[in-house]
């Protein structure tokens, strides 16, 4: 009992210092762009390369020939995947990379998790901003949805949860991390990020309507491109949240004081 | 305020991974064979690093830990300031508690001494206004001069030594634990050091000291704990301490 009472003080505790990893986010951001010329731009040039090369390829197989029917809807999904799963490689060595931290001072486990993905939301922010100027330059821009202030969060709660289930046994086993290198890989072929959903035909269909990430990824591309979300996105997208928190604060009730001896 | 650290019959154990243990595979073996994942699989050695523990501070104690390398000194510590939860016991802190074991700890190398200060200072969620006005004395205290604006990466140890003791001590922390890279600095630091640790008595402080030098440990504290490997063999004040030694 006092175990699980000390999971959420972890989880509850971690949100309380709120300050220190706004600051930390913020300062370490900006250190691993000391010493460049572009700056945190290196983040939007890597975006928009990717983009243009991804449209160029397949606007033609889609068989159109014309990139700038794709381009909107490339740009968007890489983003949005950077934050829908693209950040799992960062969250599986969330307390190998926390570990001096860990050793100096005492911090609760959903601190490094949140001051890491407070860091992948600041390179999603950024880029964000980027991306509307490039498409209203473009002339494929298009007013933002409101849901987004609704759809962002539940996407980043899911992506908090999920990180420390994963960060957990990664510190233990460090077979996982290359797993997850490789798994995130894969998802993100298999998630509708740079190929229009719609022309997924018959049984392998399955892999929009039971994928999670595909769902969580909707939920901010569609509002970032003007549209609402369908309802079956929300409706995986907060069920997740409830099956992924109860799974994080299960493992932390079990393993929270050992990942520091896991180091 | 008031400020307590209590300890009830801690019991620390490490457990330490070999390469083999560290491995999915292995473990996935072992769950096939009807082994548990996390526990009891081969390569996992267990070190009891601590053993039935008891400390009792009040306001204003400073409280050596002295004992040969490897007997506990650290990993108590680290108990104290609540960075290992142990399997067994109690640990009680009251206060606002301010931890700087390992040497170097908590500093970035590359930035400045100035840039380190506030950096450290927002580590214990100090407001910037309290910050910048402890800078001076802090600089001050550490003897550092112009030093301070060179990154951190081009210090001595001692100098680095200096820099922390001074921040641990200006930033008011009810309980300050410290470990041995206080004897990093020269004879001089070390009087002003042991000086600063006898006002903290005043202030009603808690200082936890993990040391090696016995001159320091008269000075400075009033309680020491004798550690041999992982087990208290002496716990009382300083001058029981040097009678017991001198048997």
Same mark, same amino acid.
């Given at each position: 009992?006092?175990?699980?009472?000390?999971? %959420?003080?972890?989880?509850?505790?971690?949100?309380?210092?709120?300050?220190?990893?706004?600051?930390?986010?913020?300062?370490?951001?900006?250190?691993?762009? /000391?010493?460049?010329?572009?700056?945190?731009?290196?983040?939007?040039?890597?975006?928009?390369?990717?983009?243009?090369?991804?449209?160029?390829?397949?606007?033609?197989?889609?068989?159109?020939?014309?990139?700038?029917?794709?381009?909107?809807?490339?740009?968007?999904?890489?983003?949005?995947?950077?934050?829908?799963?693209?950040?799992?490689?960062?969250?599986?060595?969330?307390?190998?990379?926390a570990g001096d931290l860990m050793n100096t001072m005492r911090l609760p486990l959903t601190f490094h998790v949140l001051l890491m993905m407070y860091k992948n939301v600041i390179n999603f922010l950024a880029?964000?901003?980027?991306?509307?100027?490039?498409?209203?330059?473009?002339?494929?821009?298009?007013?933002?949805?409101?849901?987004?202030?609704?759809?962002?969060?539940?996407?980043?709660?899911?992506?908090?949860?999920?990180?420390?289930?994963?960060?957990?046994?990664?510190? /233990?086993?460090?077979?996982?991390?290359?797993?997850?290198v490789v798994s995130v890989q894969i998802l993100f072929f298999l998630t509708p990020v740079f190929w229009p959903p719609a022309q997924m035909q018959g049984k392998r269909s399955l892999i929009l309507t039971?994928?999670?990430?595909?769902?969580?990824?909707?939920?901010?591309?569609?509002?970032?491109?003007?549209?609402?979300?369908?309802?079956?996105?929300?409706?995986?997208?907060?069920?997740?949240?409830?099956?992924?928190?109860?799974?994080?604060?299960?493992?932390?009730? %079990?393993?929270?004081? /050992?990942?520091?001896?896991?180091? | 305020?008031?400020?307590? =650290?209590?300890?009830?019959?801690?019991?620390?154990?490490?457990?330490?991974?070999?390469?083999?243990?560290?491995?999915?595979?292995?473990?996935?073996?072992?769950?096939?064979?009807?082994?548990?994942?996390?526990?009891?699989?081969?390569?996992?050695?267990?070190?009891?690093?601590?053993?039935?523990?008891?400390?009792? @501070?009040?306001?204003?104690?400073?409280?050596?830990?002295?004992g040969h390398n490897g007997s506990g000194k650290t990993s108590l510590l680290k108990v104290i300031a609540g960075i290992y939860e142990p399997q067994k016991g109690r640990v009680e802190v009251k206060g606002?508690?301010?931890?700087?074991?390992?040497?170097?700890?908590?500093?970035?190398?590359?930035?400045?001494?100035?840039?380190?200060?506030?950096?450290?200072?927002?580590?214990? @969620?100090?407001?910037?206004? =309290?910050?910048?006005?402890?800078?001076?004395?802090?600089?001050?205290?550490?003897?550092?001069?112009?030093?301070?604006?060179?990154? =951190?990466?081009?210090?001595?140890?001692?100098?680095?030594?200096?820099?922390?003791?001074?921040?641990?001590?200006?930033?008011?922390?009810?309980?300050?634990?410290?470990?041995?890279?206080?004897?990093?600095?020269?004879?001089?630091?070390?009087?002003?050091?042991?000086?600063?640790?006898?006002?903290?008595?005043?202030?009603?402080?808690?200082?936890? @000291?993990?040391?090696?030098?016995?001159?320091?440990?008269? =000075?400075?504290?009033?309680?020491?704990?004798? @550690?041999?490997?992982?087990?208290?063999?002496?716990?009382?004040?300083?001058?029981?301490?040097?009678?017991?030694?001198?048997?």
């Open positions: 009992m006092e175990a699980i009472q000390a999971a %959420f003080r972890d989880l509850i505790d971690g949100v309380r210092l709120a300050p220190l990893w706004l600051t930390l986010g913020w300062d370490q951001t900006a250190s691993r762009f /000391r010493r460049t010329v572009l700056g945190p731009f290196w983040l939007t040039a890597n975006l928009l390369a990717m983009a243009f090369a991804l449209s160029f390829i397949f606007g033609g197989l889609l068989g159109n020939g014309n990139w700038r029917s794709t381009f909107s809807l490339m740009i968007s999904g890489i983003l949005c995947w950077s934050i829908t799963g693209g950040y799992l490689g960062d969250a599986s060595n969330t307390f190998i990379s880029q964000l901003i980027a991306l509307w100027i490039v498409l209203f330059l473009l002339k494929l821009g298009a007013v933002p949805d409101i849901s987004l202030l609704l759809g962002l969060p539940i996407v980043l709660i899911n992506g908090i949860f999920l990180s420390l289930i994963i960060a957990m046994p990664a510190t /233990r086993f460090r077979d996982i991390n290359q797993t997850i039971l994928n999670p990430f595909a769902h969580l990824l909707e939920l901010i591309r569609q509002p970032v491109l003007g549209h609402t979300p369908s309802l079956i996105h929300w409706e995986w997208g907060i069920g997740l949240m409830f099956v992924l928190g109860a799974t994080a604060v299960t493992m932390l009730t %079990f393993y929270r004081k /050992r990942i520091v001896f896991w180091l | 305020m008031s400020c307590s =650290v209590r300890l009830d019959g801690v019991t620390l154990d490490y457990f330490i991974y070999s390469v083999k243990a560290q491995s999915l595979r292995n473990a996935v073996f072992n769950l096939a064979v009807g082994g548990n994942l996390y526990k009891s699989q081969g390569d996992v050695t267990v070190v009891r690093a601590l053993e039935n523990i008891n400390i009792d @501070l009040e306001e204003g104690d400073r409280l050596a830990l002295v606002k508690l301010t931890s700087m074991i390992a040497h170097g700890a908590g500093l970035d190398l590359d930035l400045s001494g100035l840039q380190n200060i506030r950096k450290m200072g927002a580590m214990r @969620l100090l407001p910037k206004k =309290v910050v910048e006005s402890r800078i001076d004395s802090i600089v001050e205290f550490s003897e550092l001069g112009d030093f301070v604006r060179l990154p =951190v990466k081009t210090y001595s140890s001692g100098m680095m030594a200096r820099l922390m003791f001074a921040c641990a001590t200006e930033f008011d922390a009810d309980i300050l634990v410290l470990d041995e890279w206080l004897g990093a600095g020269d004879a001089a630091f070390f009087q002003k050091a042991s000086t600063r640790m006898q006002g903290f008595v005043d202030k009603a402080q808690i200082v936890v @000291l993990g040391t090696h030098n016995f001159h320091l440990v008269q =000075v400075a504290c009033n309680k020491v704990i004798e @550690l041999a490997a992982g087990r208290a063999v002496f716990a009382g004040t300083t001058a029981d301490w040097a009678a017991w030694r001198n048997q």
